[in-house]
């Protein structure tokens, strides 16, 4: 298989537009525990015929192991509980969107009191360093309660169409998606003219470029790959502050973990590109150090080290 192929953004979604409408009913009507069965009967269905993914998430949970001894897997089945993860998360994501899964259902765990800038509505808006690590939906969903908060999302999301209109179907109507294949001059301006009235920006620095440039070579659990410079630019070109946010299931709750990255770079022009990827190994070890602690909700079902 080419390397073009493997990149995370060619794996088409399989979900049909049918199983995810059917499953935006059932999250709406059906008891807790029937949706847990038939989510993990139609998650039976995907390992079952998803050979490739399952390779590569043998793959991280071997490498997870040997670099934290101590990290809490599954001893059978562990590759099929993962997959098991993921459609718990989607059925949570509908949930969310359709008022199932309110405030009191998450935990804050802010040390670093961001949550105080983000009150601060005539302060200049930062930017969240996201991933697929967990569910961040969640916060997506949570966080558009707060008045006058405002958060974009830039994704990369025509890989799955079926799923987004989905989820705007549920009520996911105020998300303000912002592709990031289109990041022209003038988009750059106007999400400059965002922080500055006080909107903030939310980012994934764990999947590479669809083209495959501006990358920066970290150390992830054991073996070298490549993150992307997206985030770490934008940082520079806005100068605007960088915050981690992870929202990650524990002990049925989720946590909504935030953390004081960088502040807004000022490095010259010729020490960026050093300082870059200070940041982005930085990252890798904290969403390294975050995925022990839950090692199923790793979501990247493609070659990560390819």
């Not at 935006?24 to 390992?47: D, G, I, K, S």
């Amino acid at each position: 298989m080419s390397l073009n192929a493997e990149h995370w953004a060619n794996q088409h979604e399989r979900g049909h537009a049918i199983f995810l409408r059917l499953t935006a009913l059932m999250v709406r009507y059906c008891p807790v525990w029937l949706v847990r069965v038939c989510t993990a009967v139609v998650c039976a269905y995907f390992y079952a015929t998803s050979a490739v993914s399952r390779r590569h998430i043998r793959e991280y949970q071997t490498r997870l192991k040997q670099t934290f001894p101590d990290c809490r897997l599954p001893e059978k089945m562990a590759v099929y509980q993962q997959f098991a993860a993921f459609g718990e998360a989607i059925a949570d994501r509908f949930a969310v969107w359709q008022g199932k899964l309110t405030y009191a259902d998450l935990v804050l765990d802010d040390c670093d009191n961001v949550y105080a800038d983000i009150r601060q509505h005539n302060a200049r808006g930062q930017i969240f360093i996201c991933s697929h690590l967990g569910n961040v939906e969640i916060c997506r969903a949570l966080v558009s309660h707060h008045i006058g908060f405002k958060m974009n999302v830039l994704v990369h999301s025509q890989h799955a169409q079926a799923f987004n209109q989905a989820l705007k179907n549920a009520g996911a109507n105020d998300i303000n998606l912002i592709q990031v294949n289109d990041l022209d001059a003038a988009k750059m301006l106007e999400l400059a003219n965002r922080l500055d009235a006080g909107e903030w920006l939310a980012i994934a620095a764990d999947r590479i470029p669809i083209r495959g440039e501006k990358t920066v070579a970290v150390q992830f659990l054991g073996k070298t790959t490549q993150l992307p410079q997206g985030v770490w630019l934008l940082a520079y070109l806005l100068r605007a502050k960088t915050n981690t946010l992870f929202v990650l299931k524990k002990s049925g709750k989720y946590h909504l973990i935030l953390r004081r990255f960088a502040d807004a770079p000022n490095a010259k022009r010729h020490e960026r590109n050093a300082k870059i990827a200070q940041y982005a190994q930085r990252y890798a070890d904290e969403l390294a150090q975050r995925a022990a602690q839950v090692p199923l909700q790793w979501f990247n079902f493609y070659n990560f080290w390819r």
